[in-house]
């Protein structure tokens, strides 16, 4: 079984019930016989390839603003029978949202008959979602890194750090992804102090990674380093296609905590 930080991060969130916006909003795709690459406000919701059938979702709050948000999708079928179909659509915690759901806010179907296709959809959120989905406004208004020794010594870092266990100042590199999820997801079980959020997630980090082997021996030459966002955001990932940071345990169960960065305040941070 593999468990992501994202997994993770909403486990610190209790069910709450949002008289305005909705508690989540989800991205769902099914892709059958080819390649999409699909980013949102400039931030890749999807990146795959496949030969047969695949389908998932995901949270997209981080990802969204007010207005004039931005889909694009790059589809790259195998045959006339390829196809890719995403929907975006808002929900409670604890709501069950399918592949085949039509999205309230977007539906997306492109069929392989009509060969290789660049689409983008552009949507406004509802008014009652404005105030609190904003976090998306860091792809446009971040600087560029151009830098690209400075984020693999990022990389490097992060990954000493769990080495040395220290997951107190992993959780620490990690505050503004965590004030982000805070902020489009307002919460009881979310301590409104920094300090208190990184101490909380940081015990949350540690008992993940108890009794885990973690991968921490990576050359740089095995880093997989991609801009995105021109170039204000930056994946660390490693070059056979998994997380940055990951663990496996005895069961062959893996946890992996995907790594995106920004600059943040003059510094390289972690922020999704």
Known sequence: MRLSCCVLLLTLLPLAAMAQAPDVASLTYSLSEGRALVTLNGFPVLNDTTATQMSGGQPVNLHLVPTGNRLEVDFAPASDA???HLALRGSSR???V???DVGDLVDVTLDGADGAQTVTETFDLPEAWRARYTAGRLYAEAPAITDRAAVEDYALRLLDLVAQEDYAALAAEMLPRLRAQRAVTPSAGMPEDDDALVTLFGQM???QFDGMTA?????PDDLALTPWADGRLWELARADGQ???SATDADGGTFEIPAFVARVDGALKVVR
């Open 243 to 245: 997380a940055l940071l």
């Open 215 to 219: 991968h921490t021996d990576v050359d």
């Open 205 to 207: 980090l540690q008992r």
């Open 98 to 100: 399918g592949t085949d």
């Open 94 to 96: 604890g709501e069950v």
């Open 82 to 84: 390829s196809t890719v």
